[in-house]
């Protein structure tokens, strides 16, 4: 059941971010849910968190960052 009052969007994102010094393995996206979500606002984040962790795991072997603007 959908529920008020979790993270934003750019909280979400940055707890992601700050992840990087730890050695984590995987991640697991939940509570999406499309038959709540029309305009698809909510599974735009989550393919948007997923990205970014991706990104925390290349970082963590070695890829080159480039950083554009400030989030």
């Not at 849910?33 to 735009?44: K, V």
Request: a negative charge.
């Amino acid at each position: 059941t959908p529920g008020p009052w979790g993270l934003a969007s750019w909280q979400a994102l940055e707890f992601v971010r700050g992840l990087k010094p730890l050695n984590l393995i995987g991640m697991d996206i939940v509570e999406v849910s499309p038959q709540f979500d029309h305009a698809e606002i909510t599974a735009i984040a989550a393919a948007h968190v997923a990205h970014d962790w991706l990104c925390v795991l290349a970082e963590q072997m070695g890829a080159k960052t480039a950083h554009v603007g400030r989030i």
